[in-house]
């Protein structure tokens, strides 16, 4: 079975920090791979995702991840964080080539210290 | 375009009752799924339909569980009896498509359930 784990539950950065949340997956094969954000009270919104084109993924809010199939991560980074990031980060794993069902990482709460 | 819709957004009962949660997914979109969050924990699938049949619900506890599609749109989820462990956010979702390569999926606000 396919699994994602996320390194830290809780990150703390400063305004204007390089943000870094970690994910690793699982999986004998590259799978699809996508990092979602949770404001509080609200459901998930995808930030980008990873279907096996370039492995550096450009998404929204200037999120950006890289898929290194050697070290089977998809870190996501942003250059210089903002107040408006303070959220949780769920990394998801779908098994390439088909619709079956996400598997979610258990989160990071990100805090972004002024 | 409407999001996903789902009520209520807050529900507290008390163990051994019942309680059902409503979901309206984005207009067109023949996918619908139901999650499970449970404080500290990333969500979990519960059961996926595509249009109104169930395409995954191994994960469904279905001495207590049952969702239902009858129309291909919106859905019901229901608890009978409530457990204390079944305090979590119940996440709906819906993508356009079953099939493809990808299929983006919409997620709803969710419903906070307490069980006391």
């Known amino acids: 079975a396919q699994s994602v784990t996320q390194l830290g539950s809780h990150v703390s950065v400063s305004e204007g920090a390089l943000v870094l949340l970690r994910c690793n997956y699982s999986?004998?094969?590259?799978?699809?791979l996508f990092w979602y954000v949770q404001y509080p009270n609200q459901g998930l919104q995808l930030l980008l995702k990873y279907t096996s084109a370039a492995t550096l993924v450009k998404g929204i809010n200037g999120f950006e991840a890289e898929f290194k199939k050697s070290e089977t991560s998809f870190h996501l980074t942003k250059p210089s964080a903002h107040m408006s990031d303070a959220a949780e980060y769920f990394c998801?794993?779908?098994?390439?080539?088909?619709?079956?069902?996400?598997?979610f990482g258990s989160g990071t709460q990100l805090t972004v210290l002024p | 375009e409407a999001g996903v819709a789902q009520s209520p957004r807050y529900k507290i009962i008390e163990k051994r009752q019942s309680v059902a949660f409503w979901c309206n997914p984005i207009?067109?979109?023949?996918?619908l799924y139901w999650y499970q969050q449970i404080l500290g924990q990333g969500p979990k699938l519960l059961i996926q339909f595509q249009n109104n049949g169930v395409v995954d619900d191994s994960q469904l506890p279905k001495d207590r569980f049952s969702a239902e599609r009858l129309k291909g749109v919106d859905s019901t989820l229901k608890i009978q009896p409530a457990k204390l462990e079944d305090s979590a956010v119940y996440l709906c979702?819906?993508?356009?498509?079953?099939?493809?390569?990808?299929?983006?999926?919409?997620f709803g606000p969710g419903t906070r359930l307490t069980v006391l």
């Open positions: 207009s067109g979109h023949a996918t």
């Open positions: 998801a794993v779908r098994p390439s080539g088909s619709a079956r069902q996400l598997t």
């Open positions: 999986s004998s094969v590259p799978p699809y």
């Open positions: 979702a819906s993508s356009l498509d079953y099939g493809g390569a990808y299929n983006e999926q919409f």
